[in-house]
């Protein structure tokens, strides 16, 4: 432990140096100016459109989401009390007794024996929820959504539930094969993710080479996504936001707040997924009932509004009036867009933590993986969108635009997280206050899932020495700093690019490994239905 901080504090040394003396030189400028072309080509190849101003990648989420959706049965409708239940530890009797029944035998596979220990899993159910829960939950849903709501109105709100309801399927889907084809260590620790069920899956369909390929590719970009958009963002907005509660303009803040934040970070992701997960399991229920409890204040304050919200939410998804989307088709994106940013649902992230829950059904753990969506997009951005169309009925904003320059309110000119906290202000005192609460904790706890996310492609690539572990936490502790004393849109764009490029190589292997996840749904739901006879 001393030498792990004696490491990172040697480390960060330069890194604080190079900022605090170049911050005054616009060092985000030279590396916006640098970087950008890279990121736009990145960028474009991503994010291509086919149809309409549509990229390709939203249309294959969601034509992929509709899909399993039928597929499965709507599994997000039908399984969505087992989940619950799962969750609550209802079932994990499952795991506990011998059958050796007929019914639960698949592909020669019987259940047996199994202890909750180490060599199962490194986590609980629950746990595992809060951690990929964290991973999405954060900035997006109090900037993010504000910015959906202002350029494509209150219609955007319908189809930004309706891709988070089918995001659950796909969700269900990767996760399950996450656990499928997750690999345990002699010491107990879990390795999974795309990764694995892409280059051991497809391997047993009989496309090796395709599959190792896809898992270098997915690697890659889950890696380069860990440094910025599940890192560098998150830092920078979380130290935009302190730094204006607290009233630090000097050069150099930035970096300072940086090194605490990487500190902060770098205490709990020492502990590997167990004590990432442990604080994720506190903090997440924490910050999204606080955030959840704000809304409905806001709501309930304006009950008299909230019918003529949701009859605007429904009009305008079909007739829109925003000025820039003008179209079912503009509303329709603008909609997807920010679930599909919002959740991940497709991009494969989420298995990652989801591998490391302690059970030998891997369809349970898909079936728990469902509620993310559920939690992150058709509750609390929606609770934001409500806070926002109620505040707008007081002709605050105009709807629409081109979405360049922000949204003007009072004369002042707002984006994402201003919008919303311009909202708050209007109904709570000190909202300032617990808004930047409320950032922070989005940020760091979207930090520490992406940080597991990343070192385990990491590892996937370089090996699983403790050289390779030291060395991606060093590095992801670094970005955390340097995302906290700079601005690099440029390398944010390219970290979404990243992200989102991480859907091709996944959907690949859930079009090959679907038909296991249905063996394994039947499995699951035979023993919990042998369970109830016996």
Known sequence: MKKYFLSLFTFLIPIITFAQENIEKGIDQKIDEAFKPFSDFISSIVFFEVFNGAPFVIILLVFSALFFTLYFGFPNFRYFITSINIVRGKYDSLDEHVSNAEELVIDGETKGKVNNDDKDGEVTHFQALAT??????????????????????????????????????????????????????????????????????????????????????????????????????????????????????????????????????????????KRIASVTEKVVPFMAVLYIIACLYIILSNYSLIDDAIGLIITEAFNPKAIGVGSLIGVLLVGFKRAAFSNEAGAGSASIAHSAVKTKYSASEGMVALLEPFIDTVVICTMTALVIIIFNFGGAFEYGGDGLGGIMIDGITYEGAGITSKAFAQYIPYSGVFLTIAVVLFAVSTMISWSYYGLQSWKFLFGRGKLADITYKLLFLAFVVIGSAASMNSIWGFSDAMIFAMVFPNMIGLFFLFPVVKKQLKRYLTAIKADKEA
């Open 132 to 273: 990929a829960v964290s991973g999405t939950v954060g900035n997006g849903n109090i900037a993010g959504v504000a910015l959906a709501i202002a350029l494509g109105g209150p219609g955007a709100t319908f189809w930004m539930i309706i891709c988070g309801l089918l995001g659950m399927s796909t969700k269900f889907v990767e996760c399950t094969l996450g656990v499928q084809y997750r690999d345990i260590g002699e010491d107990g620790t879990v390795y999974g993710g795309p990764m694995y069920y892409l280059s051991k899956g497809l391997k047993e369909k009989g496309f090796a080479k395709l599959g190792k390929v896809m898992a270098v590719l997915f690697a890659i970009f889950c890696i380069g996504g860990s440094f910025g958009g599940g890192n560098a963002a998150q830092s920078n907005q979380a130290t935009i936001v302190l730094k204006d509660l607290l009233g630090l303009e000097y050069s150099g803040a930035g970096a300072i707040i940086g090194v605490v934040l990487a500190i902060l970070v770098g205490v709990i992701i020492i502990g590997g997924i």
